[in-house]
Structures are given as structure tokens and as C-alpha cells.
């Protein structure tokens, strides 16, 4: 399977907890996204990566959320300190190098991170 | 900063009956695409639009671009029990990102 590969898929933890989530995405994409979508509504943007460039973090993004991709590759999303809020689907995607905003950008999600804090 | 609204928020229709969605934004855009997302699963790519007034065909579906690159819809002829999900539209949120409308969610009943 060539598509984009999440870890876990289901994770549940204690409030105060931390929790990583794993992204492998399509090889020879570039790009990288976080996003969360929590029940009814559209999945929300997060941050991005361009290589291992974080290029953009949301702004609703508080300092307990952390993502990196180290080398390229693969990105790990970090909640510090989880609370109930943060109970949502994560969903990582990736796209390949856009020629402008008028081309491409076709994203190819994950199956998802499943998280629930009790 | 952009404003996007994806109308209606729910649909219900009979096996066979025409659906329409309709994204309106408040400013212009430069491109938009539509996403569908089956209930449990996670949203898949159904096609880019770009330029004013375009207008895509994908068997049952057809998508359009208003003159004003400022709106878009997605018809589907003739549901089928498998056109049920959450259809999403989604504009550019700024440089090389997508953000996600409020999504129409489809039932099909049989």
C-alpha cells in the first residue's frame, strides 16, 4: 500500500497524558498536513510541512501541540498535557510540490488518528 | 480573513433524486476543490476547479465555478445509495494550503 499511513489509529488516554501520533506519507510527495476534525464538521487545518520546513502552525494551535518532520519523511504530531477538548480525529495528509495555487494540491489523506481523552 | 459557507448543512433524498451543494465565499478564489468523505472514512480528492465559469463532469457529478470565482457547486444525478458522505468544499486558505468548508452531509434513501 502506497497511500498515506497513520499510527495509531485509536488511541485513548488520560487527561494530563501526552500522546504522539505517527504520519508516513506518499513517498515522493513534499508537502505534509495536519489536520483535525471533530464529529460534524470539517477537518481543520493544523500545520504544515514543506520537506522538513514547518512552514505554518494554526494560530488556534495552543504551545501544547508540536509537529516535526525530521527528515523529510515521516511527521510525528505531539499533544502535551492532553484535555477532553482535544479529543478529535487526527488526519495527516500529503500532496506533491504544487506548481501555484491555480495547479495541483490534490491532498491524499490518512486514515486517521483516533483520539479520545477521558 | 476568507469566508466560506457550504449550503445546506444536511440533505436527505430518494434513490434517484438530483442533489446540489452549493460553497459561497465572500472574496475571490483562485481555485477550489471538492472533497468526499464516506461516513467513518476520511476525505478523498474529487476535483480542482481553476478557471471562471468552468464547469467538470465526472459521470454522475458535475461540478461548477462561477463566473466571479467567488461560488462553486456539485450536482449529482440520479443518487445512488453510494453517493451517501459529507461533501466538502475546499478553497485555498493561503499560500499552498487548503481549508475545509462546513460540508453538506448526503443520506440516500432507498
Known amino acids: 500500500d502506497t497511500g498515506v499511513s497513520q499510527d495509531p489509529r485509536h488511541k485513548i488516554t488520560k487527561r494530563g497524558q501526552n500522546v504522539t501520533f505517527r504520519c508516513d506519507p506518499i513517498?515522493?510527495?513534499?508537502?505534509l498536513y495536519w489536520y483535525r476534525q471533530t464529529l460534524g464538521q470539517g477537518p481543520e487545518f493544523l500545520t504544515y510541512?514543506?520537506?522538513?520546513?514547518?512552514?505554518?502552525k494554526s494560530r488556534l494551535l495552543s504551545d501544547r501541540f508540536s509537529a516535526e518532520r525530521p527528515k523529510g519523511s515521516f511527521s510525528t504530531l505531539e499533544i502535551q498535557r492532553t484535555e477532553q477538548g482535544d479529543s478529535a480525529m487526527y488526519l495527516c495528509?500529503?500532496?506533491?510540490?504544487?506548481?501555484?495555487?491555480?495547479?495541483?494540491?490534490?491532498?491524499?489523506f490518512g486514515e486517521g488518528s483516533r483520539l479520545t481523552v477521558l | 480573513g476568507q469566508q466560506v459557507m457550504q449550503i445546506p448543512q444536511y440533505q436527505h433524498v430518494q434513490e434517484g433524486e438530483d442533489f446540489t451543494t452549493y460553497c459561497n465565499s465572500s472574496?475571490?478564489?483562485?481555485?477550489i476543490q471538492w472533497y468526499k468523505q464516506r461516513p467513518g472514512g476520511h476525505p478523498v480528492f474529487l476535483i480542482q476547479l481553476v478557471k471562471s465559469g468552468e464547469v467538470k463532469k465526472q459521470k454522475r457529478l458535475t461540478f461548477q465555478f462561477g463566473e466571479a470565482k467567488k461560488n462553486s457547486s456539485l450536482h449529482i444525478t440520479a443518487t445512488q445509495t453510494t453517493d451517501v458522505g459529507t461533501y466538502f468544499c475546499?478553497?485555498?486558505?493561503?499560500?499552498?494550503?487548503?481549508?475545509f468548508g462546513t460540508g453538506t452531509k448526503l443520506q440516500v434513501i432507498p
Open positions: 510541512f514543506q520537506n522538513e520546513a514547518q512552514l505554518e
Open positions: 475546499a478553497p485555498p486558505g493561503g499560500y499552498q494550503k487548503v481549508t
Open positions: 495528509a500529503s500532496s506533491p510540490l504544487w506548481q501555484g495555487l491555480g495547479a495541483g494540491g490534490e491532498l491524499f
Open positions: 472574496t475571490t478564489l483562485s481555485n
Open positions: 513517498s515522493e510527495h513534499n508537502r
